[in-house]
């Protein structure tokens, strides 16, 4: 299981990380079994001026918004990495 990391940090809060997170919540529904994830809320990334930073595990930090979580969800963590 992956975990998915959402800084809620100021900058990122101002930018949407709670309905960022609101989504990914909503998206675990319709998630396969073999890309389920954990989400967890952490204060900061390091990203501060990309916000909203999201990391997968050990990976790099990512930007999301409101408007491209789905495709997120659909390209990044659902993806088949074959």
Known sequence: MKTVYV???SACHVKGSYPVIAEL???Q???PPEHAYEIKAVFCL???TRAVSVRIDDGPVQTV???TVTEFHRSVLCADRS
Do not use: A, E, N, V
Request: proline fraction near 7%; aromatic fraction near 0%; glycine fraction near 14%.
């Open 46 to 48: 390091g990203h501060c």
């Open 29 to 31: 529904d319709k998630t």
């Open 65 to 67: 918004s409101p408007s």
């Open 7 to 9: 800084c809620i940090g």
């Open 25 to 27: 919540t909503r998206l």
